[in-house]
């Protein structure tokens, strides 16, 4: 464990333009499909922290070569895949949802762990989705076993993806690939972060592969070959929301260069948002500025499309003038941590008024005090927490590595943004 980090208060706006890592569900999506593909793809600007990595080097240990490139770029070749081998995917969604499908193509056995909080996060649905595909695998959560033969026969499968989008997205990504596709229809209350979804079939249609997503809660993926491709991967509009929050807590004004003009991140959510809390925001060539307000005002939101948002959002509303309802947000119980609790917690520990609810937080805001915030290994925690310490003196975050999940060097990101800002 590291020391705790003591977050900057400032006494002046903060003015800044910050540039922004790559997407981690681009990159991760980019590197899988490039490891599914007939031929090499090229990933330029990809982002390079634990989740990609750790999908990299699951992917490497599956047979797939990837080299660095020009410019910090990832050149992938493809080969046939293989075990046995032993995945690691640490606390990330995204490896731990989406490298099973496409593992089961090859031939071997291939074990999964990752870090003792990931054992907790909902996998079975994708597991049972697999074996209902023709897939021999044994275990319910992590850690869990794949004996692979070298083919999938696919087909359809009815799942309940109320828990995480990534349950959809990750038997879509491998889909094409089993001998006759793939059906996904969904059972349940609602899937969260169709953005998500969205991004998959768009992903897919990028590199070839036919996707019917015509009807509601049913995708079809075609079986075909899925072709290599040049990407070029967009900054993590989610891991930009920090910093644009610095502008919205401080009166500042901040700017995120290269922000896409169409994207289907969910990120980009944090525009309308900052906007309902009173900022200024403008979206040109030059990227995203936002104007903080004299006052931020609360806000009644549902975030069930944008749930990486709410620890952003959540910290923002503690430090606005009026209270907020943020809804829609149960599955993020099953996120790196229960954020649910987590912000409750964390928020009422620094003299916070903040209530559960069943899918949300009303939080009212109070002046809070210093103290020191606990990140539970979840780096939109820790962020939240960078965040508060802007306007509350005092606050320090127990381990902001743990930012390094999907931010490489958040707290020199952090420090360059403020070295404009007066601290207190
Ligand atoms: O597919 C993806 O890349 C992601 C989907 C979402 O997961 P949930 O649907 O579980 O919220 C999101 O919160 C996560 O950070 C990344
Ligand atoms: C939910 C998240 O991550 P993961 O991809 O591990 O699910 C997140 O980044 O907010």
């Not at 649905?125 to 992590?142: C, I, K, N, S, Y």
């Not at 919205?248 to 995120?256: D, L, Q, R």
């Not at 009173?278 to 749930?307: F, K, Q, W, Y």
């Not at 999940?405 to 952090?414: A, C, H, L, S």
């Amino acid at each position: 464990m590291t020391q705790p980090w003591p977050t900057s208060s400032v006494s002046t706006p903060v003015r800044a333009t910050v540039p922004v890592p790559g997407s981690k569900s681009i990159t991760n999506r980019a590197l899988l499909l490039a490891a599914l593909a007939d031929g090499p793809s090229s990933i330029g600007l990809p982002l390079r922290s634990r989740d990609t990595q750790l999908m990299a080097a699951a992917l490497r240990s599956l047979g797939v070569r990837i080299a660095d490139g020009p410019a910090g770029s990832w050149e992938v070749t493809p080969g046939p895949m293989h075990g046995p081998a032993e995945l690691d995917c640490g606390l990330a969604g995204t490896v731990m949802r989406f490298v099973p499908p496409a593992a089961a193509l090859a031939e071997g056995e291939i074990r999964f762990d990752g870090d003792e909080q990931a054992r907790v996060r909902p996998m079975g649905t994708v597991l049972d989705a697999l074996r209902a595909l023709g897939v021999q695998v044994t275990g319910e959560a992590l850690p869990f076993v794949l004996h692979g033969t070298g083919s999938v026969p696919g087909g359809e499968v009815t799942v309940d993806a109320s828990g995480s989008s990534q349950f959809v997205s990750a038997l879509l990504l491998s889909g094409a690939r089993y001998e006759r596709g793939v059906t996904v229809r969904h059972d349940g209350k609602p899937v969260p972060s169709l953005p998500h979804i969205e991004m998959t079939v768009q992903m897919l249609r990028a590199v070839g592969v036919q996707v019917d997503d015509s009807e509601p809660d049913t995708w079809r993926v075609a079986p075909g070959p899925v072709r290599g491709n040049d990407w070029r991967i967009e900054p993590d509009l989610s891991n930009a929301t920090p910093f644009l929050a610095a502008a919205a807590a401080t009166s500042g004004e901040v700017t995120v260069p290269a922000w896409p003009l169409a994207t289907t991140q969910a990120g980009d959510a944090i525009r309308d948002i900052l906007e309902q809390m009173g900022c200024g925001v403008s979206l040109s060539d030059h990227g995203l500025t936002v104007n903080g307000p004299v006052r931020l005002t609360g806000i009644d939101i549902d975030l069930h499309e944008v749930g990486e948002l709410t620890p952003t959002v959540a910290a923002l509303a503690a430090l606005a003038t009026g209270p907020s309802h943020l809804r829609g947000i149960a599955h993020l119980r099953g996120h790196e941590t229960d954020r649910l609790a987590a912000l409750a917690t964390e928020l009422n520990g620094l003299g916070g008024d903040v209530t559960e609810t069943e899918d949300g937080l009303v939080i009212r805001p109070v002046p809070l005090h210093g103290g020191l915030w606990h990140a539970y290994a979840d780096h939109r925690m820790a962020t939240a927490g960078a965040i508060i310490g802007l306007r509350v003196p005092g606050v320090s975050v127990d381990d902001i590595a743990t930012t390094n999940k999907t931010i490489p060097d958040f707290p020199g990101m952090w420090d360059a943004m403020l070295q404009l800002a007066e601290r207190v």
